[in-house]
């Protein structure tokens, strides 16, 4: 797949499939009773990939409904509608 022998994404995939079963894989790292700040979303996002694009990913997630933000980007969570079991 798109994962090293630690778990880490290796490369965002050019196959919207592709890039959609890395979305669903780094929203599962993510508390689903958890609201967050756009900086424990980074940090997140930092642990679970190599190729250093934590804004490209949280945007990604975030335009596929996985992460919901509030309108000022100060807190986020799992979209509950759209986590990987109903998608």
Same mark, same amino acid.
């Given at each position: 797949?798109?994962?090293?022998s %630690?778990?880490? &994404? $290796?490369?965002?995939?050019?196959? @919207?499939? =592709? %890039?959609?079963? &890395? $979305?669903?894989?780094l929203q599962? @790292?993510f =508390?689903?009773?958890?609201r967050y700040?756009?900086?424990?979303v980074?940090?997140?996002?930092?642990?679970?990939h190599?190729?250093?694009?934590?804004a490209?990913?949280?945007?990604?997630l975030?335009?596929h409904?996985?992460?919901?933000?509030?309108?000022?980007?100060?807190?986020?969570?799992?979209?509950?509608?759209?986590?990987?079991e109903?998608?």
């Amino acid at each position: 797949m798109f994962l090293d022998s %630690q778990g880490k &994404v $290796l490369r965002w995939p050019k196959k @919207k499939a =592709d %890039q959609l079963m &890395v $979305l669903q894989y780094l929203q599962s @790292k993510f =508390d689903k009773n958890k609201r967050y700040t756009e900086r424990e979303v980074n940090d997140i996002i930092l642990c679970w990939h190599s190729f250093n694009d934590y804004a490209l990913l949280r945007r990604e997630l975030y335009d596929h409904y996985l992460l919901n933000r509030t309108p000022d980007g100060k807190a986020y969570w799992v979209d509950e509608a759209h986590t990987s079991e109903t998608i």
